[in-house]
Each structure stands twice: as C-alpha cells, then as structure tokens.
C-alpha cells in the first residue's frame, strides 16, 4: 500500500508541537538527539524501556554509555567520521550492533541516522531498534502465538496513554509556542525516519492533514503530493470499503489496529482519535508499519511447525504399521520353520513340503513391504529417473498377467483385453510394471476366492490406458478422498495384510510419468482402477 503521509510544509494548527511531541513519545522505538560533542540532548519513553536508564540520566551524558565497552573505540571513529559527512543512512551497513542497557547486559540492535543544523550546531537523530527478538524467534517457537497477543496489548495501552498525554498537551499548548520555531523542523525530521512505515493524520473527509515516514522514501513518493488527498484512493478497490468501515469507530473515540494486504505486502495500522479543546474528534492519527518480512517469518515458522508435525505424524504410523506388518510374517515364517523341520524329521515331505511353501510366500510378502518402503524413501526424495525403452506391449502385458495368476488366490481368473494399435511403444517399462503389479496385487487381495479380475488396456493418440476392475469389497465412501494417502488403510481392510503405502506410490509413479491415476468404487460391489499415461512411438 502506497504510504499515508503528509507535507512538512502543513501548518497542524497551533498544536502542531504538541502533536508532534506526542508521536515522538509513543513510538516503540528509541529515538536520541546527539549533538556535536556527542553529548545526549533528548531522548524519547521508548529509549528508556529499552536501555533502562531514566531520561533525567541519560540528558548530558555522553553516548557512550548506552554503548558496549568493547565497541567504544570503533564507535568513536565512526561518530567523527559522521560528523565530517553527515548524510541520512542506516547506522553499521552490513554489521552486527550492539547496545548496553543500565545493567550491562549487550544486545542487538539496528540504527537509523539523520541529521540536522540549528544555529552553529550539529545535531544527529539516531533510531535505535532492538532486534533481540529476531534472533530469538526460532528459541520462541512455542510462545510465539501468547508474546504476539501481549506485543498487541502493550501498544494498544501505549496508544491509550498517548492519547491521554496527547490532549494534556492541547491544553498545555499556549506555554510551548515559544519552543514551536525551533522543536518543528526536530520533529519532522523524527517523523520522517519513522521505520518502514509512515506516520499520518488524516480528517473525517479521510484527507490527509499530515504525513510522513520512511516507506515514502522506499516507494519515491512525497509527503506533498499526498497533503489532500483522499486516504481511500490510496487503497486498492478490494479492501477500500472494508478498511474505510474499520476506521468510522476511530472518530467516535475507540482506537483500533487493523491489518491490511496490499498487493504483496502487509500493513498494520495502529489509529487513535485526536480530540481538539472541545473533547471532539474531528481527526485521527494512523502508525503505518510495512509487516511483510514479519508475516513471512510468521508463515515460515508455521510451515515449519506443520512439517515437523506432519513428519511426527508419518514416523509414529511408520513405527506403528512396521511393528505390525512386520511382526505377523515373521511369526508364520518362525512356527512354520519349526513345524517343517518336524515333519521332515518324522519323513512327511507332503506336509514338509507345504510348511516350506508357506515360508517363501511369507517371505515375497515381507520383500513386497520392504520394496514398498524402498520404492517410497526413493520418490519422497527424487532418486527415480525415467527409463524409457521400446516396449512390444502385448508380450510385456501378457506376462505381467500370467506372473499375477500365479499369486492369485483359489479360483479367481484373470481376463484381459487388449486394444493396441501400435505393437511397441517407447516408455519406461520397470515403472509401469511396479503400477500394474500394485493394482493386481489389491485386486488379488481385496476380491473373493473364485471372483474374476479384469484387465483392459488401449493405446490411442499416444496415450495408454489401462483398467484394472474387481468385484471385491470396494472402498467405504468416506475413505474413497484419502486412498492415496500415505499409510491410509480402509476401514473395512481388516487383517488383510498391507502397508497403506501401495496406492500413494502407484500415484506419484502416475504422476513420474506424466500420467493421473483415478478410481470408481462401490462398497461390496468391487473398484476399478484407471491409469493413463503418456507414450512415444
């Protein structure tokens, strides 16, 4: 949003002092008037919460003393330096800075610098932030949400006070005019280095009456091009109205904080009333802040919170579905050597034989679960590289249909239809192999012995499409939008052995080749599978 700001030329009435004077005592920031003996010649409330030292200890004392020990020489050089060539910057570009409050304790902190002449002396305007937090934000992950809301409690009571001091100072105004001429320039200039952001009156029309801030200078606008204009014609049409509503209750007396997006960016809007000698509003002051790198920090950190959230979920039902998958082979395969070693000792090789048997099919299942977790670990992090080789399509779907008759279970049937217009196609055959090998292997699973398993497949335009259908227990309706979710079982799978991680790496080896993958369902009635792919000649 383009800033709220208003002409240093303006006259803001007799009060301009006052009100300026109130801004100056209500920003969060500490603001410190040094002059050519780099002596402290004013400081704001803010400067006292930040250091720690009264007001009354710091006026006259050198600048140093809110300066750590260690840095008392470099600062030195870098004061003298200013002096000879004043010009309005940040403080320590590219530097770590540090402050020193009344107790001793460092921290970091980040300096705006300007500058000024009143008479045949120097002045320099330092805003000092302290950026403690920022370095602390991954430390308070967990109390970010609480300090944000008491952050927001304590400017609103800020604002309050102000306000307060604020008409106390209207009143008193007849015995500041003497020091107007020489305060007025000071604090423009205050008001004009207000960080990333503006400081802005505006009347009930919603013109502006004043305004400035450092957001001007970021988006090349002056403070005189906008004295008259309308506040709503700097908002963009989809959050004019709302905004304008936002603000009616600041003129009856409540201060508000708004949040506003404009474009790419975020504002926060922090308006309290200004009352005149009569108790009436009939103007209201807006702290505009720029707090687009503080909600990406915010989005960022809740991101990363929803990842490591997500991740926990994933390994707890990794440990959970691995504990199981893997516990029950391992207990067939365990009695079953047992048994097959008693039958072959007493010389039944029909029943040795059979005992045996069910140790290698325990076994492929175990293999099948551990190529599921292969194959995931392998797309999650972008090890599969297609493949693509010539394919003669009738061979390779006619053997994929008689290796699956081979796990199939007692009487079911396997039927295929082949519609192929070209005999060979160029794709990568070992990713679509593990597809149709997913999808028989469900079907085989989920169907009834002596049920009839169906296998369509046509190639047309240069895209292959292949159906598997069964007629088996099918998928519950409330499941069917989390079937491609990793370790998602069906409510109604039962003790039928699985992993939950089949279908969502059938998706992503879907999705590897350019294809989609989609299904049709009926409980007790059976599911179709549909997948197509993209292929070459």
Known sequence: MEPFL?????????????????????IGEAMILVDD???????????????????NELLGQKLSILIPKEFHKRHKEHQKSYMENPVRRPMGRGMELYGKRKDGESFPIEVSLNHFRNGSRKYVVALVTDVTERHEIQQKLKHY?????????EKTSDLKEAITELEQEVREREEAERALAESQELYRII??????????VIDKDFKYVFIEGQELFRLGVTSESLLG???????QPSIREST??????????????????????YYLLLSVPLKNKKGEVNRIMIVEQNITEQ????????????????????????????????????????????????????GDSEKSSEHLKKIRQTVKILTEILNDFLSLGQLEEGKINLDPVPVSLKEFFDEIVEEMKGISRKGQRIESKLNLADPEVVVDQLILRNILQNLFSNSIKYSPEGSTIFFRVELKNGSLKMEVEDQGMGIPEEDKKHIFTRFFRAK??????????????VHKYAQLLGGDISFKSSEKKGTVFQIQVPVNR
């Open 492 to 505: 109604n799978a039962g003790n039928i052995q699985g992993t939950g991680l089949g279908l969502n790496i």
């Open 229 to 235: 204009t309308n506040f709503s014609s700097r908002l």
């Open 244 to 265: 304008l509503e936002a603000l009616k209750p600041v003129f009856k007396g409540e201060p508000k904080r708004i949040e506003i997006k404009h474009k790419n960016s």
């Open 145 to 153: 949400a609480k300090n944000l809301e008491q952050m927001v409690d």
């Open 6 to 26: 208003v002409s240093r030329t303006v006259i803001l009435e007799d009060q301009n002092i006052d009100f300026l004077e109130a801004v100056f005592e209500s």
């Open 295 to 346: 909600k990406k920090a915010e989005d960022d950190v809740k991101n990363a919170l929803k990842k490591e959230i997500e991740l926990g979920e994933m390994k707890s039902r990794f440990v959970s579905m691995a504990s199981h998958e893997f516990r029950t082979p391992l207990s067939t395969i365990l009695s079953s050597v047992f048994l097959a070693e008693k039958y072959a000792d007493k």
């Open 37 to 55: 003996a780099f002596e402290i010649a004013y400081a704001n409330k803010a400067t006292e919460k930040i250091f720690g030292h009264p007001r």
């Open 191 to 200: 008001a004009r280095n207000f960080p990333k952001g503006t400081i802005s």
